[in-house]
Nanobody, 113 residues
């Protein structure tokens, strides 16, 4: 199983980023996928999750209305569209999924002026 995140970077408050997580090594379309984040000195936090077919999504309250999780099962990829970013969204973002709950290596998102 391999999960590779991309799309992080430095963005100003109010800006947008789209994260991607490319999966391989398992039947992607059969598993729920999730995005987590971890800020310095804080516990890892579940941000959003999406069911295997994409029909069910769930978000932490702090990102509702700003972030959207989606997936393309033909491309074995899960996305996190992040809009109206705030300084408190700064963290390493990681995807999780597959038969053993595997983790990617993470991608840094920094929201700062």
């Amino acid at each position: 199983v391999k999960l590779v995140e991309s799309g992080g970077g430095l963005v100003q408050p109010g800006g947008s980023l789209r994260l991607s997580c490319a999966a391989s090594g398992f039947t992607f379309s059969s598993y729920e996928m999730s995005w987590y984040r971890q800020a310095p000195g804080k516990e890892r936090e579940l941000v959003a999750r999406i069911s295997s077919a994409g029909g069910f999504t769930n978000y932490v309250d702090s990102v509702k209305g700003r972030f959207t999780i989606s997936r393309d099962n033909a491309k074995n990829t899960v996305y996190l569209q992040m809009n109206s970013l705030k300084a408190e969204d700064t963290a390493v973002y990681l995807c999780k999924g597959g038969p053993w709950g595997s983790w990617g290596q993470g991608t840094q998102v920094t929201v700062s002026s």
